[in-house]
């Protein structure tokens, strides 16, 4: 009986390995401040870090702003970075941490300057809003390993096992963050939900 191929796409471990490895070289060239490995981290990074945040931001105007605060971030401190993660992980920690402050400083403006929405709408989407944003707050309260593990997972569509990679734990260490996470997610949306009634 031949075995069934698996659907997931199969990710070159070995290369994987080696870009993690060049982008550590970059980032730690960057905390030695050479312009040249910035420029090619930034052009490296710029469109992954785009595409998470178009992902997760509603506003388009928001996003340069963000972007630019996360390259930022990434030049005044790459010296900061412990390989603790990998690059693209703390740079996605970056992204997310940059992109919720934007938002707490739009003072959540219910309608975005260039949407026009019709009456009907507006209930839907500000009740949309105020999910993702209860959800941000949620996510910013788990632990790091916690948060991470479900932004590889919901954002950026890891499986267990790639995560367990970019993360350098065995899977099921992933699996059990990722338990602990949806519980600890559950237990705040319905407190923070209780709360709003």
């Not at 796409?9 to 870009?19: I, S, T």
């Not at 693209?88 to 975005?112: F, N, P, Y």
């Not at 997972?153 to 963050?177: H, L, M, W």
Request: proline share 4%; net charge positive.
């Amino acid at each position: 009986m031949p075995i069934a191929k698996s659907n997931e796409p199969q990710r070159d471990a070995p290369r994987e390995r080696r870009d993690a490895a060049d982008d550590a070289v970059l980032l730690g060239r960057v905390a030695r401040g050479d312009v040249s490995a910035f420029e090619s981290l930034y052009r490296r990074y710029r469109p992954r870090v785009r595409r998470f945040l178009e992902q997760r931001t509603r506003g388009s105007h928001l996003i340069d702003e963000i972007l630019n605060d996360t390259m930022l971030v990434i030049w005044r401190s790459a010296g900061t970075f412990r390989l603790r993660s990998t690059v693209s992980t703390w740079i996605l920690g970056i992204a997310s941490r940059k992109r919720l402050k934007a938002i707490e400083r739009s003072d959540h403006s219910v309608l975005d300057p260039d949407e026009c929405r019709a009456p009907d709408d507006l209930e839907e989407h500000v009740f949309r809003r105020e999910v993702r944003v209860r959800l941000d707050r949620a996510l910013e309260s788990l632990s790091p390993e916690q948060r991470t593990v479900v932004v590889l997972t919901y954002y950026e569509g890891y499986s267990c096992r790639e995560i367990a990679r970019i993360v350098g734990c065995p899977v099921d260490t992933v699996k059990t963050r990722m338990f602990h996470a949806r519980r600890r997610l559950k237990a705040l949306l319905s407190e923070r939900k209780e709360d709003a009634a």
